[in-house]
C-alpha cells in the first residue's frame, strides 16, 4: 500500500515539474526576424576622402634672377605650348651678349695669327733654321688659341640662353589655375634653402584625378587598374567612373606617438570621362572597389554574431530550427557595407536571426524563438514598429554606427 502511494506521489511531482517547465519556458519565447541566406551581387567598398587635382601641374618659375616687365596672362586663361607667358628685363643679359661676341672675335683673331705664325715656324723647323724650343713654344700657343676660341664661344653660348631666359613660354596645354605676381616685381631663383619665385601655375584640366588617403588597413586590398566611383561634393549626387592609376608605396603618419596616430597611404584615381565643370581642389569621396562577387552567397552584416571568450572564440549566426535558435559556425568571406559573403557554413534558402540588436546580442544556443511576420499591407507598418519593442531602436541605431564605420575606414 505505501509502494503504491509513493508511486503515485512521485508521478504527481514528476508532472508538476513538467508544467512548471513548461510554463517557464513558454514565457522565455523571444520574437526575432529572420533573413533567408540568397545568392546575389556583392561588392567589397574602399572608401576615402580625396580632392581634385590635374594629373599633370607645372609650377612656373623663372631660371635667372630679373624684374618682371610683361605678364602677358590672366588667372584663368587657356595657354598653348610655347605661348610666351611672361618677359624679364633683358638688358644686363643683351650686355653679356655683347661681351661675349667681342671676346669670340678677339679670340678668333689671335687664333688666325697665332696659326699663321705656326705654320710659318713649322716649315723653318723642318729646314732646321729653328730650335726645336722655339716650334714647341709656337705650337703651345696655337693650340692655347684655339681652346680659348672654344672656350669664348662656350662663354657666347652661355649668355644667349641667358638672355633667350628672360622670355618665358608655357611648356604645356593648360590653364593658369594661380596667378601670384604681378608686373614690376622681381623675380628670384631657388637655391639649395631659399625657394624659388613661383610666378603661376599651369593645369591642363583635360585630364582630372582624385588624391585620396586611405587607411592601412584598407590599403593591402588596393590594386592598379581597379574600378572607382567618385562623388565630387559640389556636384551632388552625380556620380564620375575612374580607375586607380597610382598606389604609395609609403605611409604618411600624422599624430605619432599619440593616442591618435594614423598612417595614411595617397592613392590617386582617374577620371574615365572629364567634365569641364571640375576644378582643381573640389573635395570629393572615392569609393574603390576592390572585390566583386556577382553570384555569392550572401547575409546581412548584422546577423553575424561571435560567441565564447578568447581563443574558443566563434564567428556564427543563428538559424532557425523547430522553434529554437541554434548557432551554426560560419566562413565568410568579402562583405559591402550591408551584406557579407558566405563562404561554408549555410546553404542558400537557409533562415537566420537578423535581430532586433538588443535580443541578438543576448541571444543564446538553444532558446526559444517565435519568428516576426513582416506585414502584408502598408496599414499594418504602424502594427511592425509597435511589435519590434525595445531591441527594433537599437538595433536602427547600430546599423547605422557599423556602416559609418565601414566608410570612415
Not at 618682371?68 to 588667372?75: A, D, F, S, W, Y
Not at 631659399?194 to 582630372?208: E, R, W
Request: charged residues 35%; glycine residues 8%.
Amino acid at each position: 500500500m505505501k509502494k503504491k502511494i509513493f508511486i503515485a506521489a512521485g508521478i504527481i511531482v514528476v508532472l508538476l515539474i513538467i508544467i512548471l517547465l513548461n510554463i517557464k519556458f513558454k514565457g522565455k519565447t523571444i520574437t526575432v526576424k529572420v533573413e533567408k541566406v540568397e545568392r546575389g551581387e556583392i561588392k567589397s567598398v574602399v572608401s576615402a576622402p580625396g580632392r581634385v587635382s590635374p594629373k599633370n601641374e607645372v609650377n612656373i618659375s623663372s631660371d635667372i634672377m630679373g624684374k618682371l616687365i610683361k605678364l602677358n596672362v590672366r588667372e584663368g586663361d587657356q595657354v598653348k605650348r610655347g605661348k610666351i607667358i611672361a618677359e624679364l628685363e633683358r638688358t644686363r643679359e643683351e650686355a653679356a651678349v655683347e661681351v661675349a661676341r667681342s671676346s669670340l672675335y678677339s679670340a678668333e683673331a689671335s687664333f688666325e695669327l697665332k696659326k699663321s705664325t705656326f705654320k710659318r715656324k713649322e716649315k723653318l723647323y723642318e729646314k732646321s733654321l729653328i730650335s726645336k724650343e722655339e716650334f714647341e713654344v709656337s705650337k703651345t700657343e696655337f693650340r692655347m688659341a684655339e681652346l680659348a676660341v672654344d672656350e669664348r664661344r662656350a662663354s657666347l653660348k652661355n649668355a644667349l640662353e641667358n638672355l633667350n631666359k628672360t622670355i618665358i613660354r608655357s611648356p604645356i596645354n593648360g590653364v593658369v589655375t594661380r596667378l601670384n605676381v604681378e608686373e614690376g616685381e622681381t623675380v628670384v631663383t631657388g637655391t639649395m634653402n631659399n625657394p624659388g619665385t613661383v610666378l603661376m601655375v599651369l593645369s591642363d584640366l583635360s585630364q582630372m584625378e582624385v588624391e585620396c588617403e586611405v587607411d592601412e588597413s584598407d590599403i593591402v586590398d588596393l590594386e592598379i587598374d581597379q574600378f572607382a566611383e567618385i562623388n565630387v561634393d559640389a556636384f551632388g549626387d552625380s556620380i564620375f567612373e575612374g580607375h586607380v592609376v597610382e598606389i604609395s608605396n609609403a605611409g604618411r603618419t600624422s599624430g605619432m606617438g599619440t593616442q591618435e596616430e594614423v598612417t595614411n597611404f595617397e592613392v590617386k584615381v582617374t577620371f574615365d570621362k572629364t567634365d569641364s565643370r571640375l576644378r582643381p581642389g573640389m573635395s570629393s569621396t572615392v569609393d574603390i572597389i576592390s572585390a566583386l562577387r556577382d553570384s555569392a552567397l550572401k547575409i546581412p552584416i548584422q546577423c553575424i554574431v561571435e560567441r565564447g571568450k578568447d581563443e574558443k572564440k566563434k564567428t556564427g549566426v543563428f538559424i532557425i530550427e523547430n522553434d529554437k535558435a541554434n548557432f551554426r559556425e560560419i566562413e565568410t568571406g568579402i562583405s559591402s557595407e550591408i551584406d557579407i559573403e558566405i563562404i561554408e557554413g549555410l546553404e542558400e534558402g537557409e533562415m537566420v536571426v537578423s535581430g532586433p540588436y538588443s535580443v541578438l546580442l543576448k541571444l543564446k544556443d538553444g532558446d526559444n524563438v517565435k519568428v516576426k511576420k513582416p506585414p502584408k499591407e502598408k496599414g499594418d507598418k504602424e502594427n511592425e514598429e509597435k511589435d519590434e519593442g525595445e531591441g527594433g531602436k537599437e538595433e536602427k541605431g547600430s546599423g547605422r554606427g557599423r556602416k559609418g564605420a565601414r566608410v570612415g575606414g
